[in-house]
């Protein structure tokens, strides 16, 4: 039998425009404070790209990283698969520009698209991909520029969201025990694509949110999925060394933490500096665990995302 591991550390990008929440506040003529968005979401900055940068740009640094910290040939790439719900155009795949970029001379690739629970299908769909076509190598990337999205006026949504990329590679390997790589995956849908989504008027482009109700159907999926993940594969929450969910609000992570009965402090939280990054949280949160030296390998972590739909789901990793 084959797994899917984790190939190297992973990559990530952020654009060079860090925006305090002061400074937020200040740029886009905000009625709101510092105070507010902390307690109420954690956040604390977020990076912004320039009019110039692109969703790619993000994705191609990410990608360029991974590749990089693994000392691995592009031209070894198989599978080029990009979450994004932000493409640089309608068509082509943004992922295309990226192979591209990289030189990956003989990688299938294209980009997929569920919102904040990008990510998580994502690196499940190149699981599949690379044991059922017997294929070595993918990069699965999450890069998404929410910024473009944003109708600054609205401080309900402006707070909210950051830009950024995240990458990592998987190798497809003989499985040896314990297990290692992605080791299962559980999905969810519950219905309420009406609660969050993006406007488009005459060219203009605008997130629409009812904050209180995602943040409540975020809790209760993220809390069911989690406890369907643990039981299927027959693991407690002690088993688990780190939770990396996806990074919307700090607040639902705490909820769904104490629900769980899990410490906060095996959630891996990035939302402060980065914001929601929608598809990129997941992977970002992931390079950064790595960098800070808080991941090892054999550890067991869960993936958890939720995202506009509503989608999302969770998955068990042995580093
Ligand atoms: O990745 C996709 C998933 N997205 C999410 O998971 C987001 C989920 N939802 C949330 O994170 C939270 O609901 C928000 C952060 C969006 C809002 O927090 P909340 O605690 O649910 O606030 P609220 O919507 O109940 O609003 C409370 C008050 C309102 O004023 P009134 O009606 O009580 O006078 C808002 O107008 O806070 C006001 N408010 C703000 N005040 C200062 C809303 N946004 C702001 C703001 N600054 N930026």
Redesign the pocket.
């Known amino acids: 039998m084959d797994c899917s591991v984790l190939y190297g550390i992973g990559g990530g990008a952020l654009p060079k425009d860090i925006l305090s929440n002061q400074a937020l506040a200040e740029r886009f003529h ?4 510092d105070e ?2 902390v307690t ?2 954690g956040i604390q900055q977020r990076y912004l790209v320039a009019p110039h940068e692109h969703t790619s740009d993000l994705a191609i640094q990410a990608a360029k990283m991974a590749l990089l910290n693994a000392s691995l040939d592009p031209e070894d790439l198989d599978f080029i698969l990009l979450a994004t719900s932000t493409p640089d155009h309608r068509f082509p795949p943004t992922a295309v520009l990226v192979q591209e970029a990289i030189g990956a001379k003989k990688a299938l690739s294209f980009d997929m698209n569920a ?2 629970s990008g990510f998580l299908f994502a690196v499940s769909m190149a699981d599949s991909y690379l044991r059922g076509q017997n294929k070595r190598f993918a990069l699965i990337i999450g890069a998404d520029t929410l910024s473009r999205m944003i109708d600054w006026s609205d ?6 969201f950051g830009d950024g990329a995240g990458a990592i590679l998987l190798k497809r390997e003989a499985c040896r025990e314990p297990k290692r790589g992605l080791l299962h995956t559980c999905t969810f849908f519950s219905r309420g694509y009406e609660h ?1 989504y993006i406007s488009e008027n005459h060219n203009t482009c605008a997130i629409k ?1 009812d ?2 109700e ?2 409540r159907q ?1 809790v209760s999926g993220l809390e069911k999925i989690t406890r369907q993940l643990m039981l299927e594969t027959h693991i407690s929450t002690e088993d688990i060394h780190w939770i990396i969910p ?1 990074q ?2 700090k ?2 992570l705490e909820t769904v933490a104490h629900k769980l009965n899990i410490p906060f402090s095996k959630i891996l939280y990035t939302g402060d500096q980065h914001a ?1 990054t ?1 598809a990129a949280s997941i992977p970002l949160a992931l390079w950064e665990g790595w960098k800070k030296g808080l991941l090892k390998e054999g550890q067991l972590v869960v993936l958890q995302a ?3 739909g509503f989608t999302g789901g969770a998955s068990l990793l042995r580093l």
């Open positions: 905000l009625e709101t404070s507010w968005i109420r979401t919102a904040c401080r309900t949504t402006a707070v909210l969050l949110m904050g209180r995602v943040f975020a996806h919307a609000n607040r639902i929601n929608s939720f995202g506009a």
